[in-house]
Nanobody
Framework: QLQLVESGGDLVQPGGSLRLSCAAS????????IGWFRQAPGKGREGVAC????????YYVDSVKGRFTISRDNAKNKVYLLMNNLKPEDTAVYYC???????????????WGQGTQVTVSS
């Protein structure tokens, strides 16, 4: 009942774009901190982007600044990650997570999705 579901992952060529979606059920996202994380093969989980509760602030890891954008649509109870100019190093499983009344960046999250695969290759 209380869950996050990611979608939008795909195989894409370098320089391409994808928009990942994160849909919540059982709770509303408007007063939650939303984080996007990724885990590449052989590497640990890395925080990519964060949007604070009530859109009071945001954070991006240096490697994606200027290329990725996080946004929230409260009417649809969804959060998005728009990824432009994708590079092979962006290949990973991407996860969304949520925490009530949080600021960015942060490590504590209440809910996690199961992930969606993004593969960037020629």
């Amino acid at each position: 009942q209380l869950q996050l579901v990611e979608s939008g992952g795909d195989l894409v060529q370098p320089g391409g774009s994808l928009r990942l979606s994160c849909a919540a059920s059982g709770f509303t996202l408007d007063y939650h901190r939303i984080g996007w994380f990724r885990q590449a093969p052989g590497k640990g989980r890395e925080g990519v982007a964060c949007l604070s509760a009530s859109d009071r602030g945001e954070y991006y890891v240096d490697s994606v600044k200027g290329r990725f954008t996080i946004s929230r649509d409260n009417a649809k109870n969804k959060v998005y990650l728009l990824m432009n100019n994708l590079k092979p190093e962006d290949t990973a499983v991407y996860y969304c997570a949520a925490r009530w009344a949080g600021s960015c960046p942060g490590e504590e999250y209440d809910y996690w999705g199961q992930g969606t695969q993004v593969t960037v290759s020629s």
